[in-house]
């Protein structure tokens, strides 16, 4: 997956259940990020992270809730807040400080509610 | 911050013709404008990036412009092939937002054989 993992790619979520997703990179990247899509539309930010023990809230936070331990992971915590959780999860990483901005992102996970 | 507008939303091409996608980008400090190639059900892939030192950029059949002064950039897609059908979304590097990525809406191309 070009050095960023995310797994599981599929998960299952009841109502009321909090699940977490992963993000894993072994790039050296400073920032990761969270993005959510809906099928049809485009890429909408959850939270990003810039340094390790640091966040910032996207446009779309509301339900979710992120960690940044250590510098290669990045997982997000959909909680029993977010009202419409299905949709297809995107991490991804960069490099900051540094004239390559480009994202790599992770595979995707699929969250669907039963 | 940065605001990226990306038209069009839909482009449908006979296979062998060209697909152009335009992006319009709202900050004029913004110096770099990647694009990224999503296929369906799998991850963006960056697929050619700009940055403002350049007026244009090739890569084999695909290839970026960009007008700093109007503020708008587009890719070119010329001999189109079925696999070129995909979302596309263009991106400007927001730096008076922490340098993050803002990304247009997407534009879903479809290459009729």
């Known amino acids: 997956d070009g050095g960023i993992t995310q797994s599981p790619k599929y998960l299952f979520r009841k109502e009321g259940q909090n699940v977490t997703l992963s993000c894993e990179q072994n790039l050296n990247h400073d920032a990761m990020y969270w993005y959510r899509q809906d099928p049809g539309q485009g890429l909408r930010l959850i939270y990003y992270?810039?340094?390790?023990?640091?966040?910032q809230k996207g446009d779309i936070a509301e339900g979710y809730s992120v960690s940044r331990e250590k510098k290669e992971s990045f997982p997000l915590t959909v909680t029993s807040a977010q009202k419409n959780p299905t949709a297809f999860y995107l991490c991804?990483?960069?490099?900051?400080?540094?004239?390559?901005?480009?994202?790599?992102f992770g595979s995707g996970t699929r969250l669907t509610v039963v | 911050g940065e605001n990226v507008e990306q038209h069009p939303s839909t482009l449908s091409v006979q296979e062998g013709d060209s697909a152009v996608i335009k992006c319009t980008y709202s900050?004029?400090?913004?110096?770099?404008f990647p694009w990224y190639k999503q296929e369906l059900g799998k991850r963006p892939q960056l697929i050619i990036d700009i940055r403002s030192n350049v007026g244009e950029k090739k890569d084999q059949r695909i290839a970026v412009t960009l007008n700093k002064t109007a503020k708008h950039f587009s890719l070119h897609i010329t001999e189109t092939q079925p696999e070129d059908s995909a979302v596309y979304f263009c991106?400007?590097?927001?730096?008076?937002?922490?340098?993050?990525?803002?990304f247009g809406a997407g534009t879903t191309v479809t290459v009729r054989a």
């Open positions: 900050d004029s400090a913004s110096n770099y």
């Open positions: 992270s810039q340094i390790v023990n640091d966040f």
């Open positions: 991106a400007a590097l927001d730096r008076s937002n922490d340098y993050k990525l803002s």
């Open positions: 991804a990483s960069s490099n900051t400080g540094v004239l390559d901005y480009g994202y790599t």
